[in-house]
């Protein structure tokens, strides 16, 4: 059977013997909106727990409405035009920023910003790229759950009325995206990012993909976006096309859940302990490095069987992600070695990329992972501890060679946008 997978603006494909293919598995979503467009404006039109935009805009000076940055698949030039539209016409005085909710990751650049939003937008509005290492960008706003400091981009803290757009989709530690996580991690200070991705949290099992309940991560963002007064979010869902299946907007809390409970009906997926999964971080642009292809990893970690092998299809033409992350897995004289060590690392002394450091080990302790790619440097992947192919047959003959020639083989082509659960 042939199987294609999302990598980077393409596909890689390979054929699979369908006496050891145990099944493709992907969210069951209802198909896109005929009209995305319209689909935006039927949320806008009808918010969940919250007034809408036009009416909020009619009581204040100013807004801040957040934006996702170059590392989310988010149809921006979809929805901010609609909510700039709408906060002008509730208050046509209004003064609006737009604030690039960069988190830990790199500053967006002009280019990418023209790709999200179209070069009108980006000429004409006034566009401020959040950076959480700039203090005098910040100021404090209490003390989260977790006991962390939390300092928030100040423009999002001083505005009249702060807004987010953004997608829901299954997050490997905080449940899901989408709703809060605009604010934290999106706008908040290093400190704050550090406090809220301790190894504790990272190690909870409820820090989990699906998982919202008794999830120490999700608790803290929640505070943090309650605190600045997220006001009203507009989150879509979104097919394996990157096309929307729905739109959900309103307060913050009311929204995102209503968004989180409609997708736990789609996105779960039984899969059987295979001894391959092959998997993707569901390419561009989530596939840009090796740091974000971790999230598709933990998919292939919740199929496979103790020392199977994960096969990730991921361009990664960006390297590894982050100089810290890099040094911590090459540096390394084992996974397991890593991983103990992380877990001593008290709440209050988390290092920058810690949590995916932790992640990437806790699943080459139990797991060997085949990176497919033709934009990365293989040996940068080899001195991560991982294994690299240049296409996804020739990564399913490195598996194969491990795991035995009647190994079975399960099919995740889109790491990223499911929860997986093991079948009994």
């Given amino acids: 059977m042939n199987i294609s997978i999302p990598y980077g603006r393409t596909r890689m494909e390979a054929d699979v013997p369908a006496d050891r293919l145990l099944g493709v598995f992907e969210p069951s979503l209802p198909p896109p909106a005929s009209d995305p467009a319209a689909e935006v404006a039927r949320a806008l039109d009808h918010p969940i727990g919250s007034p809408t935009l036009e009416q909020l805009a009619a009581g204040t000076r100013n807004a801040v409405l957040i934006l996702s940055d170059h590392t989310r698949p988010v149809p921006s030039r979809l929805i901010v035009p609609q909510m700039l539209s709408r906060l002008r016409r509730g208050n046509p005085g209004i003064d609006v920023t737009l604030l690039v909710a960069t988190g830990f990751h790199r500053a967006t650049r002009r280019e990418e910003l023209v790709e999200k939003l179209g070069e009108e937008i980006v000429a004409k509005e006034k566009i401020v790229i959040h950076d959480g290492r700039n203090e005098a960008s910040l100021a404090d706003a209490g003390t989260l759950p977790s006991g962390g400091r939390l300092r928030l ?38 400190e704050t990012v550090l406090a809220n991705h301790c190894a504790e949290f990272i190690a909870d099992p409820r820090a989990r ?58 996105c779960g997926v039984r899969v059987p302990e295979a001894d391959i999964v092959v998997t993707s971080n569901g390419g561009h642009p989530l596939d840009q490095n090796v740091y974000q292809a971790v999230k598709g990893m933990t998919a292939g970690e919740a199929a496979a069987r103790e020392g199977g092998v994960i096969v990730i299809c991921a361009a990664c033409g960006d390297g590894h992600g982050g100089e810290g992350f890099f040094r911590a897995l090459s540096g390394a004289s084992s996974p397991r070695a890593l991983l103990d060590r992380i877990l001593a690392v008290p709440r209050t002394a988390t290092e920058p990329d810690q949590w995916e450091v932790q992640i990437l080990a806790r699943v080459l302790c139990h797991h060997r992972v085949v990176v497919v790619t033709r934009d990365c440097d293989h040996a940068l992947l080899r001195a991560m501890g991982l294994d690299a192919a240049s296409s996804l047959p020739e990564a399913l003959d490195l598996a194969t060679k491990w795991t035995g020639p009647d190994a079975k ?8 946008s499911v929860a997986v659960r093991r079948r009994a």
Avoid: W
């Fill in 409 to 416: 083989i399960a099919v995740i082509p889109d790491g990223v």
């Fill in 153 to 190: 981009n100040r423009l999002a803290l001083e505005t009249g009325l702060l807004l987010s757009e953004g997608f829901i989709e299954p997050h490997f530690f905080a449940g899901f995206s989408g709703g809060r996580k605009s604010v934290l991690p999106g706008v908040a200070s290093r």
């Fill in 209 to 266: 993909t699906g998982i919202l309940e008794g999830n120490p991560v999700h608790r803290d963002m929640l505070f943090a976006a309650d605190r600045a007064r997220l006001a009203f979010v507009a989150n879509v869902l979104l097919g394996p096309d990157r096309r929307i299946v729905r739109a959900f907007a309103g307060a913050h809390r009311e929204a995102h859940e209503a968004g989180c409970a409609f997708l736990s009906e789609y």
